[in-house]
């Protein structure tokens, strides 16, 4: 018979205490297996606590990579689009590009832009006039196809243009010419120039006005425009007598290699700073390759006043003509004739002219010299540059009379009032009256000086009464300045410029 499961363990009395102590066994065990019960049910609790937790951060990190997806596959399609869009432009660009580069090619030339101060042309030439200027045209031409074929022998050069400007100052050369015997008079210079630019279309000499370096800027510019054109595929330039010129030429060798389609023209020995750009250099058969004699010249002085009479007393000079028994007593005004005839109505006013009436007028001659007339003069800077002449300040009071007067009158006509020679017929919209008060015509003169002049700084006509520069030069700070763009001159006038050429130090 196997025991009890309640009953004491065998071998053990069956007695009230060891059952006692079974029964506290089992309850202390049965306590033990509660305790390990609940702590795996814990644990089981924890574990799935943290498994929903990762469960969650599972989705969440799920739900972000799939929003990345999403925009990553928005991204690749704008991607797409783009690239698209961008290949379409690009072929339009190429297309364009390729049509510039047909463009090109189709007509090119080649320019010669020469300043005409150190450029002459040979005697033979300038003495031969209009004649000399064709036959001076045709050999230019010849000698430029020659260097071009020599520079590009790979290319027709038959089938380029040829564009030649060459800017000169022809009132002054032909006043040297003329001195120096090369030519017998000015008209033949012209005549020359005539069958220079009628021979060849694209050849031209332009007459730039009186005054020295007048061409700077015409041929610096036209140097410059012509190196940014992609159809010109050489540039002959000639400054070589002018070291204000190398600025100019250190811009134009830019990487783009404007400076491999640039030569030097050299008719006359270059300057040193010339050499140092280490550009090629050539020479033109048609010009000289020496400078003009020099001739000393002539004064440009104004005749000088008559020599005044000898000293003579009061009494001599105020003679009574009633006095001279040989002459009839005219009426006053009145000179007799030396023929003894009729009085003629004159006034001597010299005594040459007294001894041919043979009388002497009642009245006393002035033997003061003649003042000499004021000549007209503009002033230019160191640089060549017109400088204006300062002008009187505007008197308030007169100020306030004008614009009072103006607003019922209308605006005042500049040309008249300043120059004297506007066609009222032809400007009806302004006031053509009477001469103005001497206050007046200074604010009037203020009123267009601060206009510019449409020549700038290279206006040569001395009756200009615009503006040529900003009167505050490099400091002024207006940012709508009408002068912007000539800031840069300076204001120190350096020569006065006379209406005949002839110039003078400040």
Same mark, same amino acid.
């Given at each position: 018979m196997s025991p009890?499961?309640?009953?004491?363990?065998?071998?053990?009395?069956?007695?009230?205490?060891?059952?006692?102590?079974?029964?506290?066994n089992f309850e202390a065990r049965q306590g033990h297996a509660r305790q390990e019960v609940e702590n795996f049910q814990e644990q089981l609790r924890r574990v799935d606590h943290e498994?929903?937790?990762?469960?969650?951060?599972?989705?969440?990190?799920?739900?972000?990579?799939?929003?990345? $997806?999403?925009?990553?596959?928005?991204?690749?399609? $704008?991607?797409?689009v783009s690239r698209r869009n961008w290949h379409r432009e690009a072929n339009d660009y190429k297309r364009q590009l390729d049509q510039l580069n047909l463009a090109a090619d189709a007509s090119p030339f080649a320019a010669v832009?020469?300043?005409?101060?150190?450029?002459?042309?040979?005697?033979?030439?300038?003495?031969?006039?209009?004649?000399?200027?064709?036959?001076?045209?045709?050999m230019?031409?010849?000698?430029?196809?020659?260097?071009?074929?020599?520079?590009?022998?790979?290319?027709?050069?038959?089938d380029w243009s040829i564009v030649c400007q060459i800017a000169m100052s022809l009132p002054g050369l032909g006043k040297k010419l003329t001195e120096v015997g090369l030519i017998s008079s000015i008209a033949q210079l012209n005549d020359f120039v005539h069958g220079f630019n009628y021979s060849q279309p694209l050849f031209s000499i332009v007459d730039v006005g009186k005054g020295n370096q007048r061409a700077d800027g015409?041929?610096?510019?036209?140097?410059?425009?012509?190196?940014?054109?992609?159809?010109c595929k050489h540039l002959f330039f000639g400054p070589c007598q002018d070291l204000g010129y190398i600025p100019a030429l250190q811009g134009l060798r830019d990487p783009f290699g404007s400076s491999q389609r640039l030569t030097l023209v050299e008719c006359l020995p270059a300057l040193p700073g010339f050499r140092e750009l280490q550009l090629p250099f050539t020479r033109f058969t048609v010009f000289r390759s020496e400078s003009l004699p020099n001739v000393a010249r002539r004064a440009q002085t104004l005749p000088p006043p008559p020599a005044p009479p000898q000293q003579r007393s009061t009494s001599e000079l105020?003679?009574?003509?009633?006095?001279?028994?040989?002459?009839?007593?005219?009426?006053?005004g009145d000179v007799a004739s030396p023929t003894g005839g009729a009085p003629v109505n004159a006034k001597p006013t010299s005594y040459a002219?007294?001894?041919?009436?043979?009388?002497?007028?009642?009245?006393?001659?002035?033997?003061?010299?003649t003042k000499p007339p004021v000549r007209k003069f503009y002033l230019v800077n160191k640089d060549n540059e017109r400088v204006d002449k300062p002008l009187p300040n505007v008197d308030p009071a007169a100020e306030k009379r004008y614009f009072a007067r103006r607003k019922v009158e209308g605006s005042y006509c500049n040309e008249h009032y300043l120059k004297g020679t506007c066609?009222? $017929?032809?400007?009806?919209?302004?006031?053509?009256?009477?001469?103005?008060?001497?206050?007046?015509?200074?604010?009037?003169?203020?009123?267009?000086?601060?206009?510019?002049?449409?020549?700038?700084?290279?206006?040569?006509?001395?009756?200009?009464?615009?503006?040529?520069?900003?009167?505050?030069?490099?400091?002024?700070?207006?940012?709508?300045?009408?002068?912007?763009?000539?800031?840069?001159?300076?204001?120190?006038?350096?020569?006065r410029v006379y209406e005949d050429g002839t110039e003078e130090a400040v």
């Open positions: 009890s499961p309640l009953g004491p363990p065998p071998g053990q009395p069956d007695t009230p205490d060891a059952f006692r102590h079974f029964v506290q498994r929903e937790e990762s469960y969650k951060l599972m989705v969440h990190m799920y739900k972000q990579l799939l929003d990345k $997806n999403t925009q990553k596959c928005e991204d690749f399609d $704008n991607e797409v832009i020469l300043d005409g101060d150190g450029a002459v042309f040979n005697n033979e030439l300038l003495a031969k006039g209009h004649e000399g200027g064709v036959e001076a045209a045709h230019l031409l010849s000698n430029i196809k020659n260097q071009l074929k020599n520079i590009y022998p790979k290319s027709n050069i038959d015409k041929c610096r510019e036209m140097a410059r425009l012509m190196a940014r054109v992609k159809q105020s003679v009574n003509t009633q006095s001279r028994p040989s002459v009839s007593s005219p009426a006053p002219a007294m001894s041919k009436t043979g009388a002497v007028p009642h009245s006393t001659i002035s033997i003061a010299p066609d009222p $017929n032809y400007c009806k919209h302004h006031v053509h009256g009477p001469p103005l008060p001497k206050p007046d015509l200074v604010i009037i003169q203020h009123k267009a000086r601060s206009l510019p002049c449409m020549n700038e700084s290279h206006c040569n006509d001395v009756d200009c009464y615009y503006g040529h520069h900003c009167k505050y030069g490099r400091h002024c700070t207006n940012s709508e300045c009408r002068f912007s763009n000539l800031h840069y001159v300076d204001t120190n006038p350096a020569y």
